[in-house]
């Protein structure tokens, strides 16, 4: 588990926007990560995603490296944002585009 740690900590650490997420941006699994990627297309930043069932380890790994027990996962500028409800919440509160924007920005 270790290992799977490092791996995640490394993609945080290496992408300024990056979405834990069931399926790929193109094809989402379940409609949450649809959601939180609908919400990050329509901010129009650059972003990662990493498709949790695609790697067992990685799915439960994320889970540990958060302490967050729910997917999708969203990171900015490697800090853990939230979940799915989080992300609408401060979508629609107008927070999330500043955050997604310093981001992308630094």
């Not at 990493?50 to 729910?70: C, F, H, M, N």
Request: aromatic fraction near 6%; charged fraction near 25%.
């Amino acid at each position: 588990m270790e290992d799977v740690l490092k791996i995640i900590d490394s993609q945080v650490a290496n992408n300024k926007v990056i979405l834990f997420m069931k399926g790929t941006r193109e094809m989402p699994q379940c409609g949450f990560s649809a959601k939180v990627v609908q919400i990050l297309n329509s901010h129009g930043v650059q972003y990662e995603t990493v498709d949790v069932l695609a790697d067992p380890e990685i799915r439960q790994g994320i889970k540990e490296y958060s302490q967050w027990p729910t997917l999708p996962q969203l990171f900015v500028g490697g800090r853990f944002i939230g979940g799915c409800d989080i992300c609408v919440e401060l979508n629609e509160s107008g927070e999330l585009g500043p955050i997604l924007k310093d981001a992308v920005r630094e």
